[in-house]
């Protein structure tokens, strides 16, 4: 059973900068992709930013040039370098491993790890 575990977030003014990390159990991530979504209070999940097998990346046009996904398979870690965060950004973040041809999240999810950005 594929375990996912998200840390780094924290509270953080308007303008700051946070890193994410995800650790994924078991043998299978060098093999897929990953992904970092993200829920706010009365949201549905929506995809931020997502990182193929061969370390190709695309984000939510609401983070881009903002957000960087990267990814260490000998770690099996995944990250979420955040910048110039806004307060629209708060929310529960939460990775994924994801499909190598779907790119859909492949695991059950864990507990998120939660941004707040005030004002």
């Known amino acids: 059973q594929v375990r996912l575990v998200e840390s780094g977030g924290g509270l953080v003014q308007a303008g700051g900068s946070l890193r994410l990390s995800c650790a994924v159990s078991g043998n299978i991530f060098s093999l897929n992709g990953a992904g970092w979504y993200r829920q706010a209070p009365g949201k549905q999940r929506e995809l931020v930013a997502s990182i193929t097998l061969t370390y190709s990346t695309n984000y939510a046009e609401s983070v881009k040039g903002r957000f960087t996904i990267s990814r260490e398979n000998a770690q099996k870690r995944v990250y979420l370098q955040m910048n110039s965060l806004k307060p629209e950004d708060t929310a529960v973040y939460y990775c994924?491993?994801?499909?190598?041809?779907?790119?859909?999240?492949?695991?059950?999810w864990g507990q998120g790890t939660q941004v707040t950005v005030s004002s």
């Open positions: 994924n491993v994801m499909g190598a041809t779907t790119m859909r999240p492949l695991y059950s």
